[in-house]
């Protein structure tokens, strides 16, 4: 089960960072980011109504609604959309995955997370990965507008790795599908005011291809995939998550390749071949402990 919800948030963060892109083409980043939000908050709610599952957020809830709602919904939201405009795909992506260098020295210093030697290695590996894309000689330092894009990616990454830390590591009351529908909506509000102040004319064009875009974004690449983010960081230590997510800039720029036809830089290549080997480690490194953990099981029957 566990390493499906993984495949699924993988395949379809990694498809929807060209289909991000694309959709700008046709409204605006902050307006964008305010759609796929409302859609994804209205499918959530429709599901846990059907599912008689719904409920107001309790007070043990708030918290998870300020690390989760504000945090890694609405102001991550707003900073990658506008970095993505800024940026290519394969820049942007790796950015905003760089939540291995805030997760794991927290968790490991703070939360006493252990790694193994394999998944040490994979993180030691995936974190020469993202520093890889800071080589100063591949990038343009004329381009203003893209070096503020690259430090909003980078400050999103942070904002996250607060979010996947409080939810590891502070139990909530309620569900996480429960709540997702709840963060969706704070992050609605954020991204609406945001789009009010930063876009208050935007230019829409609405087409039949545009209309379809957004709501699958809205459904399954923001509704169904938040949730199952959100999800891993409860289930999987902190640093397996940070570290798995990584896996979403690997399928991302051979997506935006094929789609978009943005042929990666060397640098981007070299760090999506650490961050490649960063991933199998993790994987091979979790195998190696649930191996131990059923040997161990075995030995006590």
């Known amino acids: 089960m566990n390493i499906l919800l993984l495949a699924f948030v993988l395949l379809v963060w990694g498809m929807n960072w060209p289909l991000m892109k ?114 100063p000689f591949d990038f343009n330092w004329s381009n203003h507008e893209a070096l503020i894009g690259s430090a909003a990616l980078f400050l999103s990454a942070l904002l996250w790795a607060i979010a996947i830390l409080h939810v590891r590591f502070v139990p909530s009351q309620s569900s996480i599908l429960q709540l997702m529908p709840w963060h969706l909506l704070v992050g609605t509000i954020i991204l609406g005011i945001s789009a009010l102040i930063f876009e208050p004319h935007p230019v829409i064009h609405w087409t039949t291809f545009s209309i379809l875009l957004n709501l699958y974004i809205g459904t399954i690449a923001t509704g169904l995939a938040f949730w199952g983010a959100v999800e891993m960081s409860k289930r999987f230590p902190a640093v397996t998550t940070s570290l798995s997510l990584t896996g979403v800039p690997i399928i991302g720029v051979i997506c935006s390749l094929l789609f978009l036809g943005e042929k990666p830089t060397p640098t981007v290549l070299i760090s999506l071949a650490m961050l490649t080997i960063g991933l199998i480690c993790v994987i091979l490194g979790d195998y190696q402990e649930k191996k131990a953990r059923m040997g161990t099981v075995s030995s006590q029957l």
């Open 22 to 135: 694309l959709a700008m083409n046709f409204i605006p980043p902050q307006w964008f980011g305010f759609t796929r939000m409302f859609i994804g908050s209205l499918f959530l709610f429709l599901i846990v109504i059907i599912q008689k599952k719904y409920t107001f957020p309790k007070r043990g809830d708030i918290p998870h609604l300020f690390s989760v709602g504000v945090l890694q919904v609405g102001l991550f939201t707003v900073l990658v959309n506008f970095g993505l405009f800024y940026n290519g795909v394969g820049h942007a992506v790796i950015l905003v995955y760089s939540t291995p260098l805030w997760v794991a020295p927290i968790a490991i210093i703070f939360f006493n997370e252990r790694l193994n030697l394999i998944k040490a290695f994979g993180l030691v590996v995936g974190v020469l990965g993202i520093i890889v894309l800071f080589n």
